[in-house]
C-alpha cells in the first residue's frame, strides 16, 4: 500500500525493494523492512526502546525506525 500526502492511497504490485530502486535516495529512506519514508514528511527522528528508533511525521503520525535502517534515516538531514 502506498500512502500519499493527500491522505489517498493506492495499492502497487511491486516490492519495496524495487520501489526503492527507482525513487530517489536524498527524499527517500527505508526506515523498516515495510516502509518507506519521504524526508519532506519527516519532522524529527527520536530515540525509541533497543536501539529503535521512531520517525515523527508532519502529519502526526509515530513511524518505527528498525535497528536494521536506523544508520540510513540519521545520516540524512531533513
Excluded: C
Aim: proline share 3%.
Amino acid at each position: 500500500m502506498l500512502h500519499l500526502a493527500s491522505g489517498d492511497s493506492a495499492r502497487i504490485r511491486h516490492t519495496l525493494k524495487d520501489l526503492m530502486a527507482v525513487l530517489d535516495p536524498r527524499r527517500f529512506v527505508r526506515i523498516h523492512r515495510s516502509t518507506a519514508v519521504n524526508l519532506d514528511y519527516v519532522k524529527e527522528v527520536q530515540p525509541w526502546f533497543s536501539g529503535d528508533y521512531v520517525a515523527l511525521m508532519k502529519a502526526g503520525e509515530e513511524l518505527r525506525v528498525s535497528r536494521h535502517y536506523r544508520d540510513d534515516l540519521l545520516r540524512t538531514t531533513f
